[in-house]
């Protein structure tokens, strides 16, 4: 079936005295720099409400949503506060891809998640927890792709991206097929592993939705180290989301913000904020710098380590002691640590080398957990 003009083809809402735009890729739409991730919604329906009106009014013109965050309720928690509201505005539905999706399926999950925020369209739906392994699922008849291409052509979806964790490389592969006007991935200073993709996407007008530009929580606490690397004296999620901004090929920084607190700090920092060639390039320098710290024993989360008959998760501690070796991140690390359940504690290792004759990167582990261990019981 031939793809169609959209139905729905209003320009998107502007407050240019709070929010600067971006092209988001080759659709001609103009998305907001800060975009809201509403998987961060709690289970206060009015603050719900009012932060995403007050993100409308601040000029936030995308917010990622699925029926799947927050236990189902993700897409409930957002639509009050969109509601009278989504003229010009981006809300991006997804849903997941596997060997058995049908058409009908996928259909189906589309009128669900429109019926549950009030929309009569999406101006994009994303194909969630995508792979190159699951694009000859997407193309076979009757499956995902007819769905998205009758969707489209029925006006109850404009354009189609995808998002997922697969390697660079394979998702290059994706972007490559045209299928797709734009990809959603993890992208901040401590996990820059997209940016072959990101560049790529750039090349080719595919739009690129930064997920987890303050890398999760990880870059909310302050780190002095950080500060000297980038050579700037700002809070730490203010320097992520400028750090992600600064690169010229992301569309849009999509954070989950729960907090009226968390949203206008954000708009401060980055509402006003233009992509920087020259500060990228300086803080890109200043995190590698800060990522050789350990030299050649930095934990790639291979997980070759595994498995350990004292039930530690290795890998999980290991990527800890860098973010607090490499990047200063002590208050985070420390929380970190106080969360892991007392049946897999650092503490709790025997000694008994296994993982160390295992790890292709030679780490003492067991030094490094007895300074985790060390770290936990130390209060912040
Ligand atoms: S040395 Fe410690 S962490 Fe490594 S496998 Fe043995 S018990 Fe587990
Ligand atoms: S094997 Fe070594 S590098 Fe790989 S996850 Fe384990 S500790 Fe990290």
């Not at 291409?149 to 006006?155: Q, T």
């Not at 700002?234 to 968390?262: H, Q, R, Y």
């Not at 997980?303 to 998760?313: E, L, V």
Request: glycine share 10%; net charge negative.
């Amino acid at each position: 079936m031939p793809i169609t003009e959209p139905a729905h083809n209003e320009p998107l809402q502007t407050k240019p005295e709070t929010m600067r735009y971006r092209p988001f890729g080759r659709t001609g739409l103009q998305v907001s720099a800060l975009s809201m991730g509403c998987m961060r919604l709690g289970e206060d329906m009015d603050l719900n409400e009012r932060l995403v009106a007050r993100a409308i009014e601040m000029g936030i013109n995308y917010f990622e949503t699925t029926r799947y965050y927050c236990d189902g309720q993700c897409q409930h928690r957002t639509a009050p506060g969109l509601k009278g509201k989504t003229e010009g505005i981006i809300v991006s539905g997804k849903e997941s891809i596997s060997p058995d999706k049908t058409a009908y399926l996928f259909r189906k999950e589309i009128e669900r998640q429109l019926d549950i925020l009030g929309l009569d369209h999406f101006k994009f739906f994303q194909v969630g927890w995508f792979s190159w392994e699951m694009v000859r699922h997407l193309l076979k008849p009757g499956s995902v792709l007819d769905a998205l291409r009758r969707a489209k052509a029925e006006g109850l979806i404009q354009h189609v991206g995808f998002t997922g964790h697969d390697k660079p490389e394979n998702f290059i592969r994706c972007i490559e097929t045209g299928l797709f006007d734009s990809c959603t991935v993890p992208y901040n200073m401590v996990n820059r592993t997209y940016e072959p993709l990101i560049k790529r996407a750039g090349e080719l007008g595919v739009g690129v939705v930064a997920m987890c530009p303050v890398g999760g929580g990880v870059l909310g606490g302050a780190s002095d180290e950080l500060k000297e690397a980038v050579g700037m004296d700002l809070p730490t999620p203010a320097m992520a989301l400028k750090f992600v901004l600064s690169n010229p090929d992301i569309s849009t920084a999509c954070s989950g913000m729960s907090t009226m607190e968390m949203l206008e700090q954000n708009v401060e920092a980055v509402g006003q904020f233009e992509p920087d060639a020259a500060l990228f390039e300086t803080i890109c320098e200043g995190v590698d710098r800060l990522r050789t710290t350990l030299g050649d024993h930095f934990c790639t989360s291979c997980g070759y380590c595994r498995p350990c008959d004292a039930g530690i998760g290795i890998p999980h501690h290991m990527g800890l002691y860098n973010l607090w070796k490499c990047y200063g991140l002590v208050d985070w690390v420390r929380e970190r640590l106080a969360a892991v359940p007392a049946d897999k504690a650092a503490s709790l290792c025997t000694d008994c080398g296994g993982c160390e004759d295992r790890c292709p990167n030679d780490l003492p582990i067991r030094e490094r957990l007895k300074e985790l261990t060390e770290l936990a019981s130390q209060t912040g």
